[in-house]
């Protein structure tokens, strides 16, 4: 089939995970319930980061993003396959697994360079502290996260293009619960030896360049620290980078075992896939917000507010009271 009749009514089948149909009530459940902890938990990071203005820093400016971003990704995969799992349909149109590709790549992407970027703030935070706030100006930051943006676009719209100009064979079940590109590939029977070059290429350059600054910033403030090493030095060292180092943990240890420790058709590379398109992302925000005392501080605030507020609905001032029977 050709990719100009792809359009039409040619189908991909997404094998989704190893369910038996007694489980299946359970696994929408547990999905489901992770789902909604993502959306409300990054959603919250973002409003609190909007309201509270002691968090309106370079660090919680970052931190926003990457939670608009960790929506985002699970959105893209999440509610399909919970469909799928409730309804046994299994089969996705050939737009509809492009675009799925292209966006779940998109914010991964994106959650890449946005950590790279936090890394590199981190690493001033440490090590040119004296200069913070002159280095990491509102307009640098508006840069770097434009730039992150810019940079996973045009990655992964070269890597849709160079796909969308293959052709697909009978065997169109992929062995996934979303449209992965690996998999994509594995089920063409065209050429596929330019979309592995830039891959490998492009694609590795785009991918190590990121964890690369991770590890130079990490590098860079041990050595800082290890100078002159002090316990209070290393506690205020660990405050202000480990949850992102945590964080950073986390997200390239499930790339990696889902990328380069297990095969596409392994159960392994399957629960990997899980550990890294739907668990990090839910929990992102409990990682920065129970290890954060600012976070807690303006989630304690808010709690307040609302408190404060709901007793005012309550028990009104003396005056609205009198007024109101007045008028009664």
């Known amino acids: 089939m050709r990719p100009e009749n792809q359009s039409g009514g040619f189908e991909f089948f997404l094998l989704g995970l190893p369910i038996r149909p007694g489980q299946q009530g359970l696994f929408f459940t547990l999905f489901l319930g992770m789902y909604l902890t993502t959306v409300l938990g990054n959603l919250l990071i973002i409003l609190l980061i909007r309201l509270d203005s002691r968090l309106h820093t370079p660090m919680y400016f970052f931190l926003s993003h990457l939670a608009f971003s960790d929506i985002c990704l699970s959105s893209v995969t999440v509610p399909k396959m919970l469909v799928n799992i409730q309804t046994w349909r299994q089969s996705i149109s050939y737009m509809g697994c492009i675009s799925q590709l292209y966006f779940f790549s998109l914010f991964a992407g994106l959650d890449n360079y946005l950590l790279a970027v936090m890394a590199y703030d981190r690493y001033v935070a440490v090590c040119h502290p004296l200069h913070y706030t002159t ?30 100009r293959l052709s697909f064979c009978a065997d169109n079940a992929i062995p996934h619960f979303f449209c992965d590109l690996p998999a994509l590939l594995k089920l063409s029977c065209s050429d596929i030896s330019l979309n592995e070059l830039v891959i490998f290429t492009e694609g590795g350059v785009v991918f190590l360049l990121p964890l690369g600054t991770v590890f130079g910033s990490y590098i860079r403030i041990g050595t800082i620290i290890l100078r002159v090493p ?48 739907i ?29 404060f507020f ?12 009198s007024t109101v029977r007045n008028v009664s």
């Open 135 to 164: 280095i990491m100006r509102e307009g640098l930051c508006t840069l770097l996260v434009a730039v992150s943006w810019i940079l996973s676009c045009i990655h992964d719209l070269l890597h849709t293009l160079l796909l969308v």
């Open 230 to 277: 002090s316990t209070k030095r290393l506690l205020r060292a660990f405050s202000t980078c480990g949850s992102h180092l945590f964080v950073v943990s986390l997200y390239y240890g499930t790339i990696a075992a889902v990328y380069f420790f297990s095969s596409s058709r392994d159960s392994k590379h399957i629960i990997a896939s899980v550990l890294y398109a």
């Open 279 to 307: 668990v990090t992302p839910m929990l992102n925000p409990f990682i920065y917000s129970l290890r954060n005392r600012d976070i807690k501080q303006a989630l304690a605030m808010c709690a307040n507010r609302i408190n």
């Open 310 to 321: 709901r007793w005012q609905t309550q028990n009104p001032p003396v005056a609205v009271r």
